[in-house]
């Protein structure tokens, strides 16, 4: 016997936080595939490149434009501004900092707790407009290995939230367990050369704000960390689907 029923999620609603980077272009792809309604949040906490918060805009327009069927389910944007959040979590990513790793294993551009707050006002958003899943774009199998990116940080959040808001929050990782080459091949599955071209093109990953260069996997500097994270899973993956 077939089950007709409505799966779960295409009842529930979506907040994607969404940074207009490769993961959570893919993130909001995913979740419009998925959700009958959905809704973006960015922060501003100070990054070097106001670069990513223009991304964000070409990949929501570029999305709308491109899979109408998801256009008629992406509501609204909304852009939060962590100014002073950003002032106590000083990183290579806030501050003029070189990019490097640290003594402690962990990379110069890692942000102490951002994930934490980026969900915590994530989900105090959710709660005012209704919807009851979070997607991000969190991953372990990233290089960086930042201990905000776990799933059992997560899941310890998802519990905190759920008890703090007195209503059940899911926290929604699609890429927790992917590598880079995994989420390019994922995009793929969603939304076929159309969606990886719109990422490759509009999203912006690169830790300098370079926009200058376009490579085959898009533009950046092409030397810094996310820059080689992203050209190296674009190449994996370009070299496991047949020509
Ligand atoms: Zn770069």
């Not at 509009?202 to 992203?230: F, I, K, M, N, V």
Request: aromatic share 8%; hydrophobic share 40%.
């Amino acid at each position: 016997m077939t089950d007709t029923s409505t799966p779960d999620h295409a009842n529930r609603t979506a907040l994607v936080l969404f940074s207009g980077g490769q993961d959570s272009a893919t993130c909001l792809a995913w979740a419009l595939q998925r959700h009958a309604r959905v809704e973006t949040v960015g922060f501003d906490y100070g990054q070097r490149h106001h670069v990513e918060m223009t991304a964000r805009e070409r990949v929501r327009s570029g999305l709308a434009a491109s899979f109408p069927q998801w256009g008629d389910r992406l509501g609204e944007d909304f852009v939060i501004d962590l100014a002073g959040y950003g002032a106590i979590a000083d990183s290579a990513l806030t501050a003029d900092r070189a990019i490097e790793m640290q003594a402690n294993g962990l990379p110069s551009t890692f942000v102490p707790g951002r994930n934490l707050v980026f969900l915590t006002v994530a989900s105090a958003l959710a709660y005012r407009r209704g919807h009851t899943v979070l997607v991000g774009g969190m991953c372990e199998t990233d290089f960086s290995g930042y201990p905000d990116c776990r799933r059992d940080t997560i899941d310890a959040m998802q519990t905190a939230l759920g008890l703090g808001l007195d209503s059940p929050v899911e926290i929604a990782t699609p890429l927790m367990h992917l590598d880079k080459a995994a989420t390019w091949a994922l995009a793929h599955q969603l939304g076929g050369d159309a969606l990886t071209a719109l990422i490759e093109e509009d999203s912006h990953t690169c830790y300098r704000g370079e926009r200058g260069q376009r490579h085959d996997w898009g533009y950046g500097c092409g030397d810094c960390p996310a820059c080689e994270l992203r050209a190296r899973g674009h190449a994996a993956w370009k070299a496991s689907v047949p020509a």
